[in-house]
């Protein structure tokens, strides 16, 4: 796992002799770039299959973008297509469905960053003070594993503990003398079950990243606490979690940056025409109204909403974490 | 019979008296003399690709002299949408298109020049498609693009019954009942169900009304003279006297609504009917649960079978749809005479003649015995001049499977159904209901859908989902209580009007109106 926090600084004593005075102008830096890849080959030979993946799976994509502002035939092509300006855009935003998904994909989104974002950091914490290996070892396993299972799957479980009729959930309630509820027609309950179950499915597994941070703080921090008499808890909040801080707010960038993308193949599976009040996210709106409908040009336009809204979330929050804390993603 | 040869002789010296003499003698079903080969993209979600090895196209090889050479784009996806657009994004069309979704693709793409339009070639070429389309008026017009072109041939079902009624016949004897008539009978043996514990395990757990889809509960409109959908998929559209009309606007809908509403919550219908799914049928008959449902004839008659030892005295058989407040018996489900699947020719295909003939085959004799028996002395041998399967084939396993794997039943093809082939295997309960169903005529016509022009279709897409999830959600509302049909009507009629129904409704009318020439 990277050290996202601590990257060492590339400052060497063999610089090639290039002024750095004010702003070095563009062939200075390019001269600086191919000393750099000459010195470090290897390094940049590593890095190459990322660069070529996003090459390929991600910009190269974006010149289908374009089916966003035309009348989109299949068999006439991306080029072949006529342009019609920003006609979907007025077509979704003058839909009321549309703009209600988007408030549930933010509400939604924002539910699961208030609880399920710390989720995995206590648990983290948790695992770090526990002494017995195999104890820890097996329930990090236990934790991870829901990770793994498909989201049909889960799907089909949750939906069976919470039946009216033989769910777990509902024994549950009958027994302290509660009526059986259907939840999964309730729109109320539709974001509780679908936020739990992504904590229940998500949080182990997304607890590595910062168990392997805790991995990294310097162990002589606790030795010198230990000599001081701190305790354990003192410990965890005055050594542990100001150094696991740069992985959280890394982390909390890129969450950010995530937020239009609400699960939704998991809300598809356990939405109902009678929970789309709260359950319809703009994802779901897409696959109702574009592939289902098959509208491509409507479907691409909502998408590029989504990915412009996402990239201003990024930029603000990484400004914003800049500023304040010093830690960043660029 | 004897009359009906004779038409059909008629007819097909009309077809021959007015055409070239490009017609074959029947014995004779060479198309060319030497072999032609053209290429084929066919997938269906059952077989994503097309296999030159099927015994089916080995003999329509050798008996026709066209033999299909597979180019099927898209084989490792089950979505045949999926395929269709790699296809045509692919910018290469082969001669033949065939897919389990080609209809739209077809009006279209057709239009733009992806297809060749073919009803001239069929006035010239194909005898037997002519004949079919002149004994199926509505199902050519169903056929029809925007522009008024076919680009297009379709898989057409053969048979009128889809889904009837079922209900416990051992349950009824057991409670005294007998089968309800009306709607008023069929609410109280419901409700007996519910509250005289015919299971007999002392717990009122009795589900009076299940459904695999939910959308059967919305069904039972037509007990109160309110419609659920004019065709064969949920929620559609229908005709009433040439006019076109959404089921859900309608007052029957209304009524419909509010009753079962009152069933729901009277615990008359399943609580869970939204989300038990697909195995529920499975699952609340097998547990002695079940009492009534609305399903497939064939699949559901045979848990008589499947279930005779494991639930003593199990009889769940077919009724005739009880009569509704006003009298009506209506069963609103039928086959649909004409399927979105089907085969179309590729706009680049420099045989036309040749592929429209090959086409036509299937729809002749032995085309049609071919594509729905098999091989005559493998699958089926020939009794009284009919096609009968044997008994190993029949005992060999799920028929359907078992044709797909020869390359018989293939509907990504063209062809025409021979009802004949299903009632061979169909169980004798099944059969019983049918019976049953044939002595009255519950039956009501299908819309088989338009095909709209560009500006048409601009409306139709910008107005008819969001109209349709607001329907349903209003609709799951109704019926779980949180909502109240009565109070709610005219506000969601209003809201309807605003979200563009009318226009959707005058833009289905116009295209109707083209298509079928009222």
């Known amino acids: ?330 | 019979m004897h009359k009906l040869k004779l038409t059909a002789l008629a007819v097909a010296t009309s077809v021959l008296a007015t055409t070239a003499p490009a017609v074959l003698a029947a014995d004779d079903l060479k198309i060319t003399d030497k072999p032609l080969e053209l290429t084929i993209h066919m997938h269906h979600k059952r077989y994503t690709s097309y296999d030159e090895n099927w015994p089916v196209e080995k003999a329509a090889c050798e008996w026709t002299n066209v033999c299909l050479k597979n180019a099927t784009i898209g084989s490792n996806t089950t979505n045949s949408e999926e395929a269709m657009n790699l296809l045509l994004a692919s910018g290469k069309l082969p001669d033949i298109v065939g897919s389990g979704r080609i209809k739209d693709v077809a009006n279209q793409y057709g239009p733009q020049g992806a297809f060749q339009p073919l009803e001239e070639l069929i006035e010239k070429h194909a005898p037997n498609l002519q004949a079919f389309f002149e004994q199926n008026p509505a199902i050519k017009s169903s056929l029809k693009a925007a522009d008024g072109h076919i680009y297009y041939l379709p898989y057409a079902p053969d048979g009128k019954y889809g889904r009837a009624f079922f209900i416990r016949y051992d349950w009824l004897d057991k409670l005294g009942l007998e089968v309800p008539d009306t709607v008023e009978e069929y609410e109280n043996v419901l409700r007996a169900f519910k509250t005289q514990d015919p299971n007999g395990n002392g717990i009122a757990d009795e589900v009076p009304y299940f459904a695999r889809q939910w959308e059967e509960l919305i069904r039972l409109v037509t007990l109160w003279d309110g419609r659920s959908s004019g065709s064969d998929t949920y929620h559609d559209y229908y005709v009433d006297n040439g006019q076109i009309k959404h089921p859900y606007a309608e007052v029957g809908y209304r009524e419909g609504m509010k009753n079962l509403a009152r069933w729901y919550k009277e615990g008359l219908i399943d609580a869970e009917i939204f989300t038990r799914g697909s195995s529920s049928r499975e699952y609340l008959l097998s547990e002695n649960l079940g009492g009534a449902t609305h399903d497939w004839f064939a699949s559901t008659a045979g848990y008589n079978d499947s279930l005779a030892e494991k639930v003593p005295g199990f009889a769940f058989k077919a009724m005739v749809p009880p009569a509704s407040v006003s009298g009506v018996q209506m069963e609103e489900h039928r086959r649909i005479p004409v399927k979105p699947d089907g085969w179309a020719m590729g706009g680049t295909n420099k045989h036309p003649v040749e592929t429209i003939k090959y086409m036509d085959f299937w729809f002749g004799e032995e085309g049609r015995r071919l594509s729905n028996f098999g091989i005559e002395g493998e699958q089926y041998t020939m009794v009284d001049g009919k096609p009968q399967f044997t008994e190993e084939f029949l005992a060999s396993g799920n028929v359907n499977s078992q044709l797909y794997l020869i390359g018989a039943q293939l509907q990504a093809r063209g062809y025409w159904m021979d009802y004949n082939y299903e009632i061979q295997w169909s169980n004798k309960y099944a059969l019983e209901g049918i019976d049953l169903y044939e002595s009255g005529d519950y039956l009501v016509d299908q819309f088989l859908g338009v095909a709209f022009n560009e500006k048409e279709q601009k409306v139709y897409d910008r107005y008819a989902a969001q109209l349709r999830t607001y329907m349903l959600e209003r609709q799951q509302a109704w019926i779980l209580g949180t909502g109240d049909v009565e109070a709610d009507w005219d506000d969601y009629m209003k809201t309807l009007n605003k979200m563009g129904l009318s226009k959707v409704l005058d833009v289905m009318q116009s295209a109707y109106d083209r298509q079928y020439g009222s």
């Not at chain 1, 027994?175 to 027609?185: E, S």
């Not at chain 1, 960038?253 to 609400?262: A, C, H």
């Open chain 1, 1 to 330: 796992m990277a050290d996202i926090g601590n990257v060492g600084s590339p400052t060497e004593n063999t610089m090639p002799n290039v002024q750095v005075s004010g702003k070095p102008t563009f062939s200075e830096r390019m001269q600086l770039l191919m000393y750099r890849v000459r010195q470090d080959w290897q390094i940049y030979v590593l890095l190459a299959p990322a660069i070529i993946w996003f090459l390929i799976f991600l910009y190269k994509p974006m010149y289908g973008l374009q089916i966003a502002f035309k009348d989109y035939s299949v068999f006439l092509g991306i080029t072949g297509s006529d342009w019609v300006g920003l006609e979907h855009f007025q077509t979704l935003f003058g839909s009321d469905q549309f703009l209600r998904a988007v408030r549930n994909t933010i509400q939604i989104s924002a539910w699961s960053l208030l609880f399920g974002f710390p989720a995995p950091i206590i648990l983290a914490l948790m695992f770090n003070e526990i002494l017995k290996e195999t104890f820890k070892k097996t329930a990090q396993t236990i934790v991870y594993l829901p990770h793994f299972i498909s989201s049909v799957i889960i799907a089909g479980i949750i939906i069976t503990a919470f039946s009216p009729s033989a769910g777990v959930v509902n024994t549950f309630l009958s027994w302290i003398g509660i009526d059986p509820v259907y939840f999964l027609t309730k729109p109320e309950w539709f974001r509780p079950i679908f936020i739990g179950t992504g904590i229940w499915q998500e949080a182990g597994f997304q607890s590595i990243v910062f168990l392997a941070s805790i991995a990294g703080v310097n162990p002589s921090l606790y030795e010198s606490a230990v000599v001081d008499g701190a305790s354990r808890w003192q410990m965890m909040w005055k050594i542990t979690l100001p150094s696991i801080l740069p992985t959280i707010i890394i982390m909390l960038i890129i969450r950010i940056g995530n937020i239009m993308e609400v699960s939704f193949e998991m809300i598809i599976l356990l939405y109902q025409p009678a929970t789309y009040e709260t359950a319809d996210v703009v994802n779901t709106f897409i696959y109702r109204q574009g592939i289902q409908g098959g509208q491509y040009d409507l479907a691409a336009a909502a998408g590029l909403f989504n990915a412009v809204v996402a990239f201003t979330l990024v930029m603000t929050a990484n400004t914003i974490s800049k500023r304040f804390s010093r830690t960043s993603l660029w």
